[in-house]
């Protein structure tokens, strides 16, 4: 099992860049496919950005793609998110999610309690 932490959120305006952490307690990090998902209020949960065990695979959510880069430190157990070009529906509070086994958009049962990112305009 592990437990994730997410730490970075604040508050930015648009245009402005954030960087999300996600640090993983346990010695088998790199075991783990690691994801974000966001949630802004009313609306569901949606996937951001995966990772492979390795960094050596990638897949984005198309409003993102171009703006944000997802990777990770396995040396560090840690998760990064880097967000460029914020723009004010990236509002949402941001989870890093992990599952065993391949990167996917969704099926995670590991999850982190949140950061809140808020960007104005």
């Known amino acids: 099992q592990v437990q994730l932490v997410e730490s970075g959120g604040g508050l930015v305006q648009a245009g402005g860049s954030l960087r999300l952490s996600c640090a993983a307690s346990?010695?088998?990090?790199?075991?783990?496919?690691m994801a974000w998902f966001r949630q802004a209020p009313g609306k569901e949960r949606e996937f951001v950005a995966t990772?492979?065990?390795?960094?050596?695979?990638?897949a984005y959510a198309d409003s993102v793609k171009g703006r944000f880069t997802i990777s990770r430190d396995n040396a560090k157990n840690t998760m990064y998110l880097q967000m460029n070009s914020l723009k004010p529906e990236d509002t949402a509070l941001y989870y890093c999610?992990?599952?065993?086994?391949?990167?996917?958009?969704?099926?995670?049962?590991?999850w982190g309690q949140g950061t809140q990112v808020t960007v104005s305009s």
């Open positions: 346990g010695r088998t990090f790199s075991a783990y496919a």
């Open positions: 999610a992990a599952r065993r086994g391949v990167a996917l958009t969704t099926d995670y049962p590991y």
């Open positions: 990772i492979s065990w390795s960094g050596g695979s990638t």
